[in-house]
């Protein structure tokens, strides 16, 4: 990371909360000068980032946010978090988005990751992002949504659990694959003890340098979903704004996935097999946080260039089902923690009436029934 000094420094937050509704975030002027401070010493306090494409911009988001009030009880102003985010993105002022990741690192680790998957005789694929996409908003930060980065290259990554844990959720609940057959190549339960499956996965990570984007989420009922004493979702609480980072459309990641053991034909076999309904899983359910909106998304490259330029994924109609399902319509189920009732059971998705009167097409897994 290239820091030098500057004249002033700015601000915190706190956690993450769930939320529905949301809009893409306003543009912000970062030609003003921050007006907060940064808990470091003196010099690292008054550091700039001056490229993302070589600094480490996510060593730079969580840990050089510069939006504090003097007396660290807050944000400066009333835009911090919005404004921390954008100067990140590079969003508003007139000017275009920053890439963030060092070129020559992420060839190189990407070299890598294919290197070991040939020597291991394994699979590897690239993806495309054909909507937004976010992970880790769950970790703490001062703008109370975390996000994912890869620490040694400073770009957004997918974690191989999670990835193992969407393939295993689709090969369970769409593939219709049976236990013996999951147990085999993802392995058993935790509660089973310490057992692998015949199959890994590896961090998916981006093939250049990154487009970042930002967008907010508004939830409506905060004193609700607090479980706050005799309160309702009700639509007289004021929405809260709620800025985030995201990955923008556009943005084409490495997946890999290994045999256990490469000498063994049936773990190659399963190998194949898991990295086809991981394909699967990223088109029909999406990876991260929010694919109930629309996020996470991936699809091939040649599919990429339409669904890019309508500005939202393109879902397959008819997801497979693994299994007959209960049809759910007419029912009450709980969805982003707000009691909801079914309207359509549409099979992998549901159409869902919020306590607002709002209808809402979300995941069938998403969804509790009452």
Not at 266 to 295: F, I, N
Request: proline share 6%.
């Amino acid at each position: 990371m290239m820091a030098r000094p500057t004249q002033r420094q700015p601000h915190k937050g706190r956690r993450d909360q769930r939320g529905r509704s949301q809009s893409r975030s306003s543009g912000s002027n970062q030609n003003v000068p921050p007006s907060g401070k940064r808990p470091l010493y003196a010099a690292a306090a008054s550091a700039t980032l001056t490229s993302t494409t070589i600094g480490n911009a996510g060593l730079w988001y969580d840990k050089f946010c510069d939006r504090w009030k003097s007396d660290w009880t807050g944000f400066a102003g009333d835009s911090g978090k919005r404004d921390w985010i954008a100067q990140i993105a590079n969003i508003g002022a007139g000017k275009s988005q920053k890439k963030v990741g060092d070129s020559a690192l992420m060839m190189e680790a990407v070299k890598r990751l294919k290197n070991l998957v040939e020597a291991q005789v394994g699979c590897s694929f690239q993806r495309t992002t054909a909507w937004r996409f976010v992970t880790g908003l769950g970790r703490t930060h001062p703008v109370e949504n975390g996000f994912a980065w890869r620490h040694d290259l400073g770009t957004p990554f997918i974690a191989g659990s999670s990835l193992k844990g969407l393939a295993r959720a689709y090969a369970r609940d769409w593939a219709g694959l049976d236990h013996e057959t999951l147990k085999r190549i993802f392995g058993p339960k935790p509660e089973a003890g310490l057992a692998i499956g015949s199959v890994g996965f590896l961090d998916a990570l981006p093939i250049e340098p990154v487009t970042l984007d930002a967008d907010v989420m508004t939830p409506h009922y905060g004193p609700w979903y607090q479980g706050e004493t005799n309160a309702v979702p009700a639509d007289w609480y004021s929405p809260t704004p709620i800025p985030f980072l995201t990955v923008a459309p556009g943005q084409t990641f490495v997946f890999a996935v290994l045999p256990r053991n490469r000498l063994n034909r049936k773990d190659q076999e399963d190998c194949k097999r898991a990295a086809d309904l991981l394909k699967e899983a990223l088109e029909t359910l999406g990876a991260g946080a929010k694919t109930a909106v629309g996020y996470g998304q991936f699809v091939e490259e040649q599919a990429k260039e339409n669904e890019v330029r309508s500005g939202m994924p393109t879902k397959p109609a008819s997801p497979p089902r693994g299994r007959d399902h209960e049809n759910w319509s007419g029912r009450e189920a709980i969805v982003y923690d707000e009691v909801v009732r079914i309207v359509e059971d549409r099979g992998a998705q549901l159409l869902v009436r919020f306590p607002d009167g709002n209808e809402e097409q979300v995941e069938r897994r998403e969804a509790k029934l009452r």
